[in-house]
């Protein structure tokens, strides 16, 4: 394939994915509104005041999967992650009208993941961190199931937890699909590239309606396919194609989403409270509390997902010692900010218990 044709197939790939993305999400609302799936505000930690359609997820897959399947060459692993994101889609849409148990989501979730690993698409080894040993990767072995299902499985949590305010989950996984975008063309992985192109074009297609003040949400439709086609997209394109830096560059694209979740799976342990049960203490919420609308708010994670995201791409030729720094730079980052934007966790644990709902 020659550059000026891939390049082509990238550009038609997020066009057609955005144009249809954005002509479709109408008709998801028309759709929402037909079969219940709406969201009504019934607890704190909704900030919307009026029900809401929440299917705008289905837009978000027809944009993506009308451009893939026109421009991908299909290998296994591409079908494998087609077949899993079908069965997220399915179990999203249901979820959005009848609100799934938690479990039950998460086995379904964890099916989906073994469907992509069945096809190939695994993490077979991570870097070392010992950077003056003569072998620059683990392999995992036997842990090569366990770790994927695990990395697809909470890459899709994670994105469906930052999506609590108009537009944040749909802009963060377009900068995180374009960072990818940028990385898989590095690594000369094509399919990747038209995988994030098309992930990146309907996102934004869809994101006109989303923007506060939203007309539509992606519900869990749209949240956790996003997830999902980060998380194998990125065991497909990363921890493949950039062997010295497997761990550093992917944890830095879906940083945002991954230090909210950890944080947040921190907080409920430590007040006796299940896991999947909600609260109110995610970063977005948080950021509300102290004062920012929920257009700042949103631009605040913008940016720092984007300079995640740039880090990436510029690290994606360093080598293993720069990856090690910046990793190390970002976690110091990362307790610092922490320590100044949350309150302590002994405190949420006590206030928390008032203010959780069903995710």
């Known amino acids: 394939m020659t550059l000026s044709y891939q390049n082509l197939l990238l550009v038609l790939s997020f066009a057609v994915s955005f144009l249809v993305a954005f002509a479709a999400t109408p008709l998801a609302k028309v759709i929402a509104h037909k079969i219940g799936a709406i969201d009504v505000p019934k607890d704190e930690r909704r900030v919307h005041k009026q029900p809401i359609p929440r299917l705008g997820g289905l837009a978000i897959f027809y944009g993506f999967i009308v451009s893939v399947l026109s421009f991908i060459e299909f290998d296994t692993g591409v079908k494998g992650i087609l077949l899993g994101a079908l069965v997220i889609v399915l179990l999203g849409i249901i979820d959005d009208v009848y609100q799934l148990k938690a479990r039950l989501k998460l086995v379904i979730q964890i099916a989906a993941a073994l469907i992509v690993a069945f096809y190939g698409v695994k993490i ?3 870097t070392n961190p010992n950077i003056f040993s003569s072998q620059p990767t683990i392999p995992l072995g036997y842990f ?15 994105v469906n937890l930052i999506d609590g305010l108009d537009g944040l989950a749909a802009g963060i996984s377009s900068i995180a699909s374009i960072s990818l975008l940028f990385i898989s063309l590095l690594a000369s992985e094509s399919s990747v590239a038209i995988l994030t192109a098309a992930l990146a074009g309907s996102c934004l297609g869809f994101l006109p309606y989303n923007f506060n003040p939203a007309k539509i949400f992606m519900g869990d439709t749209g949240a956790t396919f996003l997830g999902f086609i980060l998380a194998t997209v990125s065991i497909q394109g990363l921890f493949k194609g950039y062997a010295v830096i497997t761990f550093a560059v992917p944890l830095l694209i879906l940083g945002l989403p991954i230090f909210d979740t950890g944080y947040a799976i921190l907080r409920r342990l430590l007040s006796g409270k299940s896991i999947m049960e909600a609260d109110r203490g995610h970063l977005h919420h948080r950021l509300i509390d102290m004062g920012f609308s929920q257009k700042q708010t949103v631009m605040i994670l913008y940016t720092i997902s984007g300079i995640l995201g740039l880090s990436a791409v ?4 360093s080598g ?11 976690l110091v980052f990362v307790v610092a900010g922490a320590k100044y934007m949350y309150t302590p966790i002994s405190e949420l644990a006590k206030s928390g218990d008032n203010e959780s709902t069903q995710e």
Do not use: K, Y
């Open 144 to 158: 090569a199931l366990p770790v994927t299902v695990m990395w697809i499985v909470g890459i899709t949590n994670a």
């Open 314 to 317: 510029v690290l994606a030729g």
């Open 320 to 330: 293993a010692l720069s990856a090690m720094i910046l990793i190390l730079s970002v």
């Open 124 to 126: 077979e080894f991570l």
